[in-house]
């Protein structure tokens, strides 16, 4: 009975720790939801990353005691507290070298750890996979905005191809394109560059239509700032 007694509970709540029980308000935007974070952990399975207040990263896990409640614990103190496994420690370790915390970055992330090994070959290969078709979608979403700046600018060019952008020195006649383009929504050349990068990321998982209009690409702020609008985002309202 005595060494009963000096057993330890199943979960102990994580200094700075907060509970937030059930039919407390939900989180009114998506960056205050946060991030799925794959953990290979089962009580982690469901656990979110997400800025915190006060500076740095919290962690969200719904259900940690088995309570029905989510539990928000401090990102620095997990590592040390759960006994993560050495994939669930990169991952963490990663995770919190961030400097944003939204969907693309801990994706990215995520697929890196992943093809690691640290969790088997059966993620290695998926992640590996993944990381792969991540390339080549963005690769596309790339080439098919920089011909629609080209065609808005009535710059006749032919096709691009992958390895003009692993060069890294576009055609002269893309750059005049971007030039007079960028000049003409009042942007330098280099910040039109940019943000067709960051439409990239926004359109690749889905592609790019002929009727996508090209203004998009700078026009719409929500757009052009995929993790900004993400961050303001609100979430749809649920009726009870």
Request: hydrophobic share 45%.
């Amino acid at each position: 009975m005595g060494a009963d007694r000096n057993l330890e509970p199943a979960w102990r709540p994580i200094a700075g720790s907060k509970r937030r029980a059930v039919g407390d308000q939900e989180p009114a935007t998506f960056a205050d939801r946060g991030v799925a974070v794959a953990f290979t952990a089962a009580r982690l399975s469901q656990a979110r990353v997400r800025c915190a207040r006060r500076g740095g990263l919290e962690l969200m896990v719904p259900g940690y005691a088995d309570d029905g409640s989510t539990y928000i614990m401090p990102w620095p103190a997990i590592d040390q507290s759960l006994g993560l496994t050495a994939h669930d420690h990169m991952l963490h370790a990663r995770i919190g070298a961030l400097t944003t915390v939204d969907p693309w970055t801990v994706r990215a992330v995520q697929l890196a750890v992943g093809a690691e090994g640290l969790a088997g070959p059966q993620l290695l290969q998926s992640s590996r996979r993944a990381l792969e078709e991540d390339r080549r979608a963005w690769m596309g979403a790339h080439l098919d905005l920089i011909a629609l700046v080209c065609a808005a600018s009535d710059v006749q060019i032919e096709a691009l191809r992958p390895e003009d952008l692993a060069a890294g020195e576009l055609p002269a006649n893309v750059r005049r394109a971007f030039a007079g383009f960028a000049g003409s929504a009042a942007l330098s050349t280099e910040s039109c560059r940019r943000l067709i990068v960051e439409q990239s990321v926004l359109f690749a998982p889905l592609g790019l239509g002929e009727a996508v209009p090209v203004a998009c690409a700078w026009c719409c702020s929500s757009c052009t700032r995929p993790s900004a609008a993400w961050r303001t985002g609100r979430r749809p309202h649920r009726p009870t």
